[in-house]
C-alpha cells in the first residue's frame, strides 16, 4: 500500500483500501495489544455513515496501573532513558520513516474513525506527524545543557533529565497528530509514555503505538489505552506514579486535571484547551481575497474542528460587506461530502453528539444574528453526521455564538470601527489561543500582534504552524508549549550539580 500516489487516489482507491484495512483494536501494554483487564469492549463509529468501525478493548484504572507500571519499570531499566542520544534519534528516525510508509493506512484509520477528508489526512496530518517525530528526532543529539557562571573553584552544571512516566490525554480532532505532538517530545527527552486517546478516535495511535515498536521503541516506553475519559482519563490524571499529564481538551477537562494532580501526587499538569480565536481584517487589507480564502480555510477546514480555529471574523466595517460576500461564495463551494471522495471540500462532524452541539449553536445564532449562508445538517447518501459551512453576519460581539467555542463550521462575523475597538472586541474573551491580522500596514500589524493576548498571532495569514514554532495559549486556552525545543520544558527536568573543586 505504501507505493501508492495520494495525489492520484479516487475515490474507489480509497473504498478498496478501506475495505483491506487490518484494525488493531486491543490496548497497547508493554509491547503488546491486549484486551482490557475487564474484558470490555466499546464501539467506535464511522461518523460519515454511522457504521460500527470497530470494537475497541475498553480500558479503566486497572489497565492505567499495568501501564504505568510497565512504563515506569522501562523508564528505571535505562533501555531508553539512557539510551545513547544519537541511538534514540535513530529510533525515533525509523518511526518517522515508518509513519510515511504506512502512510495510507493512518490517513484512512483518522478519516473513518472521525470523519476528516482522507486527503487532507493524507496530505496534512500524517506527514505532519512523520514530519513532528523526525523534528524530535534530529534535536535529540543537538540540545547541549549549560554550565553555570559561577567562577573558578566551581563548577554548576545545569542538565536536562528525563522526568519519567509522562501521561498524555488527547482529543479527536487530529488523532495522529495530538498524540504525536505529545510523544514524539516527550519520547525524544526520554521519557516512557502512557498515551489515553480520545474515545472516538483511538486507531491510528493503536497502529503508532506498534510501528513505534517495530522502530525500536522497546516494550514498555510507549503504552496506549483505549478508553473513556471518565475512568481510564480520570486513573491516569490521578495516578500517582505519573510524573507529568500532557493533556489537549477541552478547558472545562483541562481544569479537572488540575484537580486530580492537587488529590493526587501534584503531578506537573500541562494543558490545551479551547479556543475562540478572532481574525481581524483591516480596510487596507492587500489583498482581500487571500484574507477570503484563509478566513474561509481558517473555519471550515477539518469541519471547523480545530482549537485555534478562525471562528470569529472580525472585520472593519467599510469593507464588510465586501468581504462577507466573498466569504459566502467560499461557503457555498465547500460543501461537504463523503470524506473517502477526494473531491469532497468538507468532511463529517466527529460524532452524532458533536453535531447536535454545533447544530444547536446555529440554532441560537438564527435568534442572535443574521445567518447569511448554511446553518442546515445534510446527509450524504442518505448517512452521515455533516453539517454546512456556516457564516453568520453582524453578530454582537458578546452574543452566544461569539463567546462560545463551538467546534464546529460555523463563523461569527463581527464589524468594527477602529483599531481600539478590534483589540478590545478580540481580548474579550476567556480564551487565547491564536489571533490572525490582516493589514498592509507595518506598523499596525505590530501594534496590534503585540497587543493582543494570544499564544499565536498570524499575520496576513491564518495559523501559522511548524515544528520549529511553539503552540499553545494564554489565559484559559492552558499553558506550557507544544512544538519546538520549548516543548521540552514540559517533559523534563532541571538538575543543578554543584561541584567543588
Ligand atoms: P474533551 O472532552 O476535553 O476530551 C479530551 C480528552 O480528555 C479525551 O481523551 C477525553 O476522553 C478526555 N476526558 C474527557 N473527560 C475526562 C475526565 N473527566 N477526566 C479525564 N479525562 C477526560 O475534548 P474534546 O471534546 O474531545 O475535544 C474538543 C476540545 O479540545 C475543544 O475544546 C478544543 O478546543 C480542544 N482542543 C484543543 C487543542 C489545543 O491544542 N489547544 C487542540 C485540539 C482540541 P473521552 O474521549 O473518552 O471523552
Ligand atoms: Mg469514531
Redesign the pocket.
Given at each position: 500500500m505504501s507505493q501508492f500516489d495520494v495525489t492520484e487516489q479516487r475515490k474507489a482507491d480509497w473504498e478498496s483500501a478501506a475495505n483491506a484495512l487490518q484494525i488493531r483494536d486491543k490496548a497497547y501494554i508493554d509491547g503488546k495489544f491486549v484486551s482490557a483487564t475487564s474484558g470490555k469492549v466499546f464501539e467506535c463509529i464511522n461518523p460519515a455513515t454511522d457504521a460500527v468501525l470497530a470494537t475497541v478493548a475498553e480500558c479503566d484504572a486497572a489497565d492505567v496501573d499495568r501501564a504505568v507500571k510497565a512504563a515506569r519499570a522501562a523508564f528505571e531499566s535505562g533501555v531508553w532513558s539512557a539510551m545513547a542520544p544519537m541511538n534514540r534519534k535513530a529510533v525515533l528516525l525509523r518511526l518517522a520513516e515508518l509513519i510515511r510508509q504506512n502512510l495510507v493506512e493512518l490517513a484512512l484509520l483518522d478519516s473513518l474513525d472521525m470523519g476528516k477528508l482522507v486527503n487532507d489526512a493524507a496530505m496534512v496530518d500524517v506527514p505532519g506527524s512523520a514530519t513532528f517525530f523526525q523534528w524530535y528526532a534530529e534535536a535529540i543529539d543537538k540540545v547541549y545543557d549549560e554550565i553555570a557562571p559561577t567562577g573558578p573553584g566551581d563548577l554548576a552544571m545545569i542538565t536536562r533529565e528525563p522526568l519519567g512516566v509522562v501521561g498524555a490525554?488527547?482529543?479527536?480532532?487530529?488523532p495522529l497528530d495530538?498524540a504525536t505532538w505529545k510523544c514524539a517530545a516527550a519520547l525524544a527527552a526520554g521519557n516512557s509514555v502512557v498515551l489515553?486517546?480520545?474515545?472516538?478516535s483511538p486507531l491510528s495511535a493503536l497502529r503508532l503505538a506498534e510501528l513505534a515498536s517495530e522502530a525500536g521503541v522497546p516494550d514498555g516506553v510507549l503504552n496506549v489505552l483505549p478508553?473513556?475519559?471518565?475512568t481510564?482519563?480520570?486513573a491516569?490524571?490521578l495516578h500517582p506514579d505519573v510524573d507529568c499529564l500532557a493533556?489537549?481538551?477541552?478547558?472545562?477537562?483541562?481544569k479537572?486535571?488540575q484537580q486530580?494532580a492537587g488529590q493526587s501526587n501534584m503531578k506537573q499538569v500541562w494543558l490545551?484547551?479551547?479556543?475562540k480565536s478572532p481574525n481581524l481584517v483591516f480596510a487596507d487589507c492587500a489583498d482581500l481575497d487571500a484574507a477570503a480564502d484563509m478566513a474561509a480555510f481558517g473555519i471550515f477546514f477539518n469541519q471547523g474542528?480545530?482549537?485555534?480555529a478562525n471562528s470569529r471574523l472580525l472585520v472593519e466595517r467599510s469593507i464588510q460587506a465586501e468581504l462577507v460576500e466573498k466569504l459566502i461564495a467560499r461557503a457555498d463551494a465547500m460543501q461537504p461530502g463523503d470524506p473517502l471522495d477526494p473531491e469532497s471540500k468538507m468532511g463529517a462532524m466527529v460524532s452524532s453528539e458533536q453535531t447536535k452541539t454545533v447544530m444547536r449553536y446555529i440554532n441560537i445564532g438564527k435568534t442572535e444574528a443574521n445567518l447569511v449562508v448554511g446553518g442546515e445538517q445534510v446527509k450524504i447518501d442518505g448517512r452521515g453526521n455533516f453539517v454546512q459551512p456556516t457564516i453568520f453576519d453582524n453578530v454582537d460581539a458578546n452574543a452566544t455564538i461569539a463567546t462560545d467555542?463551538i467546534?464546529g463550521p460555523v463563523l461569527a462575523v463581527v464589524p468594527f470601527d477602529s483599531e481600539d475597538e478590534a483589540v478590545s472586541i478580540a481580548n474579550d474573551s476567556v480564551y487565547g489561543?491564536a489571533a490572525s491580522v490582516w493589514t498592509d500596514g507595518l506598523s499596525k500589524a505590530h501594534r496590534v500582534a503585540g497587543r493582543l493576548r494570544a499564544g499565536t498571532v498570524s499575520v496576513n495569514t491564518v495559523d501559522a504552524l511548524s515544528p520549529m514554532t511553539p503552540?499553545?495559549?494564554f489565559k484559559q486556552?492552558?499553558f506550557g508549549r507544544?512544538l519546538s525545543l520549548h516543548s521540552f520544558d514540559k517533559y523534563t527536568a532541571l538538575k543543578t550539580t554543584w561541584i567543588k573543586y
Open positions: 490525554v488527547v482529543p479527536w480532532n487530529f495530538m489515553k486517546p480520545a474515545e472516538q478508553g473513556y475519559g471518565e481510564a482519563g480520570q491516569l490524571g493533556f489537549t481538551g477541552s478547558t472545562a477537562v483541562g479537572l486535571f486530580y490545551e484547551t479551547g479556543g474542528e480545530v482549537c485555534s467555542e467546534f489561543l503552540f499553545g495559549g486556552s492552558g507544544d
